[in-house]
């Protein structure tokens, strides 16, 4: 590592970049920002939160192992505590439209918890002679498995605030299905009078609709808490000891609280994503429930003297007056 003014200069085996003496990122992360020069939208925090506890929980599993020096591994835990408390968050540049399968974005972790990691030991960033990104942040895994198990114990955490929040939907319904019970009003096919209902069942009926959503979303997590860490590259397992595999599973069971396994067949979570495609259409047929409630309420509500007028919805927002028309004459 050579500095020079503002910069410091790293070096990998395509050359040397200049890297601002203040990052906490490297090399890999200034040729990613300058590949994927795409958008303005960063890499999720949720997925950066998730890396940096699959990264803890490597460090812990080496420390039980004694892979590398204890000190090391401490340094690089307390790097991801400091992390998780909001630390840190302007380290994380690279464009979430990346190629690599997610390369860039572990890379970009290991350069910040090494640099990092560096300083808590009394070094200066980019001094990977102390802690080194690939070989001790890195060490034991693969983006192929790292960034999957992330992706998954993300999901499973926006998941769950998903399902709780039609859980809290769906009570609402049901509590305007009892409140509403005795209110006759007309039933409509394709906006046509048909037969008389009552109000509550209509919203017993939004409420059923919300309810099957949110067991779908629920079901769903069984499959994302299938986790492909310690499989590595392909997942065979090449470069990573059972007993690493092992220890993280456990470890990433107890830093998140979720009910994760390793996969029976580490190679399918690591290939197949079939199980994200599985969520997005969950989301996209509650996205399609959501729409048609809101749509019925708006219409419900709609006038008062010239449209509906069947529901009062609270107001929520003033619009602009209208202003009177002026002569031009």
């Not at 910040?112 to 102390?130: K, Q, S």
């Not at 979720?258 to 079939?274: C, F, H, K, V």
Request: hydrophobic share 40%; glycine share 10%.
């Amino acid at each position: 590592m050579e500095t020079g003014g503002g910069f410091r200069l790293e070096r990998d085996a395509l050359g040397t970049v200049e890297v601002p003496l203040s990052a906490y990122y490297g090399i890999h992360t200034a040729r990613a920002m300058e590949n994927f020069a795409v958008g303005g939208r960063r890499v999720n925090p949720h997925l950066i939160k998730a890396l940096i506890t699959v990264k803890k929980a490597a460090a812990l599993a080496h420390l039980k192992l004694n892979s590398y020096p204890p000190e090391i591994a401490m340094a690089i835990v307390q790097a991801c505590d400091e992390i998780h408390a909001g630390g840190y968050d302007d380290q994380f540049p690279v464009s979430a439209l990346q190629g690599g399968a997610g390369t860039s974005t572990n890379m970009n972790i290991n350069e910040v918890l090494a640099n990092r990691a560096i300083e808590l030991l009394g070094g200066i960033r980019g001094e990977y002679t102390l802690v080194h990104p690939l070989d001790h942040v890195n060490c034991c895994q693969s983006t192929n498995d790292v960034y999957p198990t992330a992706l998954r114990i993300a999901a499973v955490g926006l998941i769950r605030r998903i399902s709780d929040a039609f859980a809290s939907l769906q009570e609402s319904l049901q509590s305007k299905e009892l409140e509403f019970a005795d209110v006759l009003k007309l039933g409509r096919t394709e906006l046509m009078d048909a037969v008389p209902m009552t109000a509550g069942q209509s919203f017993g009926a939004y409420a059923k609709a919300i309810q099957r959503d949110r067991w779908r979303l629920y079901k769903s997590e069984e499959r994302l808490r299938e986790i492909n860490i310690g499989g590595t590259a392909i997942g065979t397992g090449i470069n990573a000891p059972l007993r690493y595999t092992f220890y993280i599973t456990g470890l990433l069971q107890e830093l998140t609280g979720y009910g994760l396994a390793r996969s029976e067949y580490p190679m399918d979570p690591t290939q197949n994503m079939d199980v994200f495609v599985e969520v997005s259409g969950l989301l996209k047929a509650a996205a399609v429930n959501l729409l048609k409630i809101s749509g019925d309420l708006r219409l419900l509500a709609s006038g008062p003297a010239g449209g509906f007028g069947e529901l009062e919805l609270p107001a929520v927002q003033a619009g602009p007056p209208l202003c009177p028309a002026r002569s031009t004459r």
